[in-house]
């Protein structure tokens, strides 16, 4: 009943900048905390950022100081701004939200994801 819709992955340079962007939309509620997760080759998926309804954030030890997390609740969107880029980042980037529906209940929904890749 919520569907998220990943934008803005891509190929990028080591140093290099890109930003991601995440809608939610179906017959929401509210949304109590929205994040982006990621997961490389090889590995477990991780968590990069969440961001709740009153616009607190946290960041993995990782991207700390160098990814922002943002929220524009009127739209139900979320962004990932993200320098400072290295190789390690690479990885598939998706997108997480938690909230209520509007006719009750709650939902964790995911989308499809975006690739990020970093080459140096």
């Known amino acids: 009943q919520v569907q998220l819709v990943e934008s803005g992955g891509g190929l990028v340079q080591t140093g290099g900048s890109l930003r991601l962007s995440c809608t939610a939309s179906g017959s929401i509620f509210s949304i109590y905390v929205m994040g982006w997760y990621r997961q490389a080759p090889g590995k477990q998926r991780e968590l990069v950022a969440t961001?709740?309804?009153?616009?607190?954030?946290n960041y993995a030890d990782s991207v700390k100081g160098r990814f922002t997390i943002s929220r524009d609740n009127a739209k139900n969107t979320i962004y990932l701004q993200m320098n400072s880029l290295k190789p390690e980042d690479t990885a598939v980037y998706s997108c997480?939200?938690?909230?209520?529906?509007?006719?009750?209940?709650?939902?964790?929904?995911w989308g499809q994801g975006t690739q990020v890749t970093v080459s140096s």
């Open positions: 961001i709740t309804s009153s616009i607190r954030t």
């Open positions: 997480n939200a938690n909230g209520r529906y509007e006719r009750g209940g709650i939902f964790n929904s």
